[in-house]
């Protein structure tokens, strides 16, 4: 009978594995769970079903079926790769990573897995790890395309365009149909303003992937920069992306959104903006994040930042002789890029733009015994000078322009921690950019942002007025209690009065006026990368469709009004 029975096993897997490899997935599935109801525990029938689980994206039952597989064997190098690759898929990466070590603690030389976990690291954005394991990958198997096409995805993300273009287009040169290689590269090019490059690759792309929707995305891409929003429109609603593209596919929805903002269809524009974010969790980095959390960030500094508490507050003096820090900040989409292009075209100023300075100076505090923000009030001369020398040596790096007079750390979302700064930095200076609540705050709801948890409210235009609310209250907190040295710039007044609004800003700096400000389109031009969505904005002069823009969506938004109402009348719009 046990013989009859292994026969019949042994016959069933045979056509579940014939099947598998011939990409009859139905059938497949099939017979690896008639073999699961014969021989519950067996292990190739439970770790092939989870990898045909995972080849068709059904992430949760491949999890599931993985789990099972790793009670029977937990040292199956293959399985321990592919259940690592499931969870970095879900967002579950540093489980991943630990299934993945393992991986290749049994086997050395698996090529996959190490490539498996520099994508798992590179989630994390621990990108100089990433690097070490995709290249590990290459030298183990020259022939993998993968490792390549990732080293070129990470020096994408850090900023190194060349590196990245290098990688992209060799991946094409070998294999002259990745289409995600074309993908970035196409991505790369349009994000640095390289028109002439992304339509070289678009035609070359046209010879080895012409069907591939990813060829009309960027065309459309192309005459919606170039102001042809009815063309693009056109091209956008021609084509689809799968659920396995969910990126591309919420780019096309987007892109479809504003072009008809400009042509003046508020209606189908908002329907579109509401598409696009419903797919956000599609992503599944959704998972990583929690829009709540970042709330309570603010909600701790609220009730911590208090006259009472501030009151007992140990009175320290600062002897470093290096100038107080200048920050940019703001609610995001309130302006903050356009400022900060028009100030960088001065001579005398470099704008170090969207880096982790603060978050260093925050860490230094939070690793403090007395608590995150309970330290602040008893902190002495030494623990300050040693801050600001954490933040100031890590500026540094940061900085291009060494012969700068004035250096201006622009990250809009610096403003929550202005408490924080404002302790270390007593002398510092702060730009405050503001814009009509009704417009900055739809503005973010229209927005395709890089997600984290303060991004994940932006999902929701109801969210997003609610951080816009809990932003501002702390805001004008601060404000109340700490003698804070802060200009407020109108992005309206901004737009229509340019050099008057600059020279109130140099004054606050006590710079002089130059010339070159005015010529603040080529300064953004001659940038390789702007890291915000308004990159295409500040290349081109100053444009007034988006002043008032929330006027199109009076019925779409009346639920925001509410929330905001208090703010238009503080800020006098």
Known sequence: MTKEKNLNVGKILNLALQNHKENKFEIAEKYYKKLLKIEPKHFNATYLLGTLFFQQNKLEDAKKIFETAIQINADHAELCNNYGATLTQLGECKSAINFLQKAIYINPNYAQAYNNLGVALRELREYKKAVIFFEK??????????????????????????????????????????????????????????????????????????????????????????????????????????????????????????????????????????????????????????????????????????????????????????PAPIFLVGFPRSGTTLLDTILRSHPAIEVVEEKPTVSKLINCINEMPEGVLNSLEKIDENQIEKIQNVYFDFLDTQIENKNAKVYIDKLPLNIIHAGEIARIFPNSKFIFSVRHPYDCVLSCFMQDFDLNDAMANFLDIKDSARLYDSVMKLWFQYVSIFQ??????????????????????????????????????????????????????????????????????EKQISSIYPVLNHWVKKFDY
């Not at 183990?140 to 060349?162: A, C, R, S, T």
């Not at 995305?217 to 659920?243: C, H, Q, S, V």
């Not at 802060?486 to 710079?511: G, P």
């Not at 702007?530 to 100053?542: A, C, D, F, M, R």
Request: aromatic share 14%; proline share 3%.
């Open 137 to 322: 990958a290459h030298r183990l198997q020259p022939n993998f395309i993968d490792p390549y096409l990732n080293l070129g995805i990470v020096f994408k993300e850090l900023g190194n365009f060349k590196k990245a273009i290098f990688f992209f287009k060799n991946t094409i040169k070998i294999q002259s149909s990745n289409t995600k290689a074309y993908q970035n590269l196409m991505e790369l090019y349009e994000k640095t303003n390289q028109e002439k490059e992304l339509k070289a690759v678009i035609t070359n792309a046209k010879n080895f992937i012409k069907h591939d929707p990813i060829i009309k995305l960027y065309e459309g891409i192309i005459f919606y920069n170039n102001n042809e929003f009815t063309r693009a429109k056109n091209f956008l609603k021609d084509i689809f992306f799968e659920p396995l593209s969910v990126k591309n596919e919420i780019i096309r929805v987007i892109t479809l959104a504003k072009c008809y903002d400009r042509i003046g269809d508020g209606k189908e524009a908002f329907n579109y903006f509401v598409k696009a974010n419903s797919l956000a969790p599609k992503l599944r980095k959704l998972n990583l994040y929690d829009k709540n959390r970042y709330l309570d960030q603010i909600t701790a500094r609220i009730k911590f930042f208090t006259e009472t508490n501030i009151k007992k507050w140990k009175v320290v003096k600062s002897t470093n002789e290096r």
């Open 484 to 553: 804070i040295r802060h200009h407020q710039v109108k992005y309206e007044n901004l737009i229509a009065n340019l050099k008057k609004t600059t020279e109130s800003v140099l004054s606050f700096l006590e710079l002089p006026w130059d010339e070159a400000v005015l010529n603040y389109s080529i300064t953004a031009k001659k940038r390789e990368k702007i890291s915000t969505p308004s990159y295409n904005q500040v290349t081109k002069p100053l444009y007034l469709h988006a002043n008032g823009r929330w006027k199109k969506y």
